[in-house]
């Protein structure tokens, strides 16, 4: 088990609650189509709030994540407590008494190639930041669906109060179209 947090942080503003994620595909820089995460996000009340804002001037994050990226940060990251660079897992609560919480000691496991056979939970401190951002200002997203378009990526969003806004989502950037 193994868990890494999403960041999706547009202008300055840390979007930390997940609201909605769909996944697409989307043709990235002239290669094959590859799995996108399109996820929306809705800033807390406070630092240790579960609930979003829900006043008029309140925002959201509409944040793209590669599958392959993940992937790669969380193999990153599992490498950083094998590595040595890291020396807890950060998993108290699940992790109980097995080695007191530590990473294994630095080379003495050898090259691992597959974690998922390795019995390690591990909470990942390297954060995945998004690819691709954008800020919808003064509305509440709720859902995400998202569509392949001619090899772009088109996320179809739901607000709290039933307005549906399309936003292209390309290699570097996304729009409201």
């Given at each position: 088990?193994?868990?890494v947090?999403?960041?999706?942080r547009?202008?300055g503003?840390?979007?930390?609650?997940?609201?909605?994620?769909?996944?697409?595909?989307?043709?990235r820089?002239?290669?094959?189509e590859?799995?996108?995460l399109?996820?929306v996000f809705?800033p807390?009340?406070?630092v240790?709030?579960?609930?979003?804002?829900?006043?008029?001037?309140?925002?959201?994050?509409v944040?793209?994540?590669?599958?392959?990226?993940?992937?790669?940060?969380?193999?990153?990251?599992?490498?950083?407590?094998?590595?040595g660079?890291?020396?807890?897992r950060?998993?108290?609560?699940?992790s109980g008494?097995?080695?007191e919480?530590k990473?294994?000691?630095?080379g003495?496991?050898?090259?691992?190639?597959d974690?998922?056979?390795?019995?390690l939970?591990?909470?990942?401190?390297?954060?995945?930041?998004?690819?691709?951002?954008?800020?919808?200002?003064?509305?509440?997203?709720?859902?995400?669906s998202?569509a392949?378009?001619?090899?772009?990526l088109?996320?179809?969003?739901?607000?709290?109060?039933?307005?549906?806004?399309?936003?292209?989502?390309?290699?570097?950037?996304?729009?409201?179209?």
């Amino acid at each position: 088990y193994s868990e890494v947090t999403l960041e999706c942080r547009i202008n300055g503003e840390n979007y930390n609650l997940l609201q909605s994620a769909s996944l697409g595909m989307q043709s990235r820089y002239g290669t094959a189509e590859e799995p996108v995460l399109l996820t929306v996000f809705a800033p807390a009340q406070s630092v240790s709030s579960r609930m979003p804002r829900r006043h008029v001037t309140s925002s959201s994050g509409v944040c793209a994540f590669s599958l392959s990226y993940i992937d790669r940060l969380f193999d990153e990251n599992l490498h950083m407590c094998f590595n040595g660079t890291m020396q807890q897992r950060n998993l108290p609560y699940i992790s109980g008494p097995v080695d007191e919480g530590k990473c294994p000691r630095a080379g003495t496991t050898g090259n691992i190639v597959d974690f998922c056979q390795r019995a390690l939970k591990i909470s990942g401190r390297t954060p995945i930041t998004q690819e691709i951002g954008l800020e919808i200002p003064n509305t509440l997203v709720t859902s995400v669906s998202a569509a392949s378009v001619n090899s772009n990526l088109l996320a179809i969003l739901g607000t709290n109060s039933g307005q549906i806004i399309k936003v292209l989502v390309t290699n570097t950037k996304a729009e409201i179209v």
